[in-house]
């Protein structure tokens, strides 16, 4: 309805009082009076009743505003709570609709972190229940402030286990994605060693070590389980492959494929290690650690153009110590004469 409309009759009653007015001049007849008193009246009980339901309209709008407020404080409130069951790409994908919440999967090329605590079976045998909670929690914490750092996606915790993985929901390329897996587990281990001495105030006499695992390769990620509960998470050999790096790691180390070490080998320092034998593989495995800055002194490192090759002093026998010697001499020799 129109706001013309509503005060039609009253506007009538004016017409009519400003028609008596310009007929009569100043005299009006008492019974002209009495009608336009009466149609006032009406006109001043009807713009009464307008004001009261306008504030009620208004005291039930402010009511609606105040209880829209405050779910919508109460939704934020379990969002803040529900992202910290997710990892933030998953949970800003979910968000913001780029990603359904579906049972789908894709198959990538990812790069795959797992590490543990060594040891971690015998301390808690050794430790009440409560120091070790707070203990797994600082640990999980730490490391998960570094890893959410370099961009990656935290897949789950098992224990004092971490499952971590570069390339899915966001990716920077598959080279960026594991050179970045192996600058995280880099700080990762950099700051255990910063920590060492903060395990003696959960009674602890020897520092705490992980080991770390990596593999670059092909794996289905996506969501698993029922239309009614399912995870985020990745599966596949390569996912296996990572697992028993890091089963396989030394204390305080990092060990990783020969696909993760083919996109790194060029920035990050690596010396090939012994091949393992590794279950679900039927062929050894190829692995390669990442070298200390305290060990670069045992390293013998040649670099050739975008090419380069490190080998460690250490983990050569005298035989394969005098055989490198005669290589190097050789390819020497051979490269005098070549520029001559």
């Known amino acids: 309805m129109k706001s013309s409309q509503i005060f039609e009759h009253e506007m009538n009653v004016l017409s009519k009082a400003e028609k008596v007015r310009v ?68 949970y800003d994908s979910i968000f913001s609709g780029t990603r359904e919440v579906s049972l789908t999967s894709s198959r990538k090329k990812l790069s795959i972190f797992f590490s543990d605590i060594v040891n971690f079976t015998k301390l808690s045998e050794s430790i009440e229940s409560e120091e070790l ?3 797994l929690n600082y640990y999980l914490t730490e490391m998960s402030h570094i890893a959410l750092k370099h961009g990656a996606t935290i897949d789950k915790y098992i224990g004092d286990a971490i499952v971590i993985f570069f390339g899915d929901p966001e990716t920077k390329g598959i080279e960026e994605d594991a050179l970045s897996c192996v600058k995280m587990a880099i700080e990762m281990k950099s700051k255990m060693f910063e920590l060492r001495n903060h395990w003696k105030h959960y009674g602890l006499a020897e520092p705490l ?14 969501n698993f389980g029922s239309e009614n509960r399912m995870d985020y998470t990745v599966i596949g050999s390569g996912v296996n492959l990572a697992a028993r790096l890091e089963s396989a790691s030394e204390p305080g180390n990092i060990l990783m494929s020969y696909d993760t070490y083919n996109y790194v080998k060029n920035t990050i320092p690596c010396v090939e290690k012994k091949q393992i034998s590794a279950k679900g593989f039927p062929e050894p495995i190829r692995t390669f650690s990442v070298i200390d800055e305290k060990d670069v002194e045992d390293i013998i490192s040649i670099t050739i153009g975008e090419n380069r090759l490190d080998a460690s002093v250490e983990e ?15 390819a020497l020799d051979n490269l005098e004469n070549h520029m001559r």
Not at 209 to 215: F, L, T, V
């Open 133 to 135: 909670t707070g203990l």
């Open 23 to 90: 007929e009569d001049g100043n005299s009006v007849s008492y019974e002209d009076f009495e009608k336009i008193l009466g149609e006032y009246k009406k006109l001043l009980k009807t713009t009464s009743r307008l004001v009261r339901h306008s504030d009620r309209m208004e005291i039930n709008l402010n009511i609606t505003a105040k209880e829209a407020r405050e779910k919508s404080e109460q939704l934020e409130a379990l969002s803040n709570q529900l992202a910290k069951y997710l990892s933030p790409q998953v």
């Open 316 to 330: 050569l026998n005298k035989e394969q110590l005098k055989k490198l010697k005669d290589d190097l001499c050789s």
């Open 209 to 222: 070590q992980s080991r770390m695992g990596i593999h670059t390769g092909f794996c289905t990620v996506g």
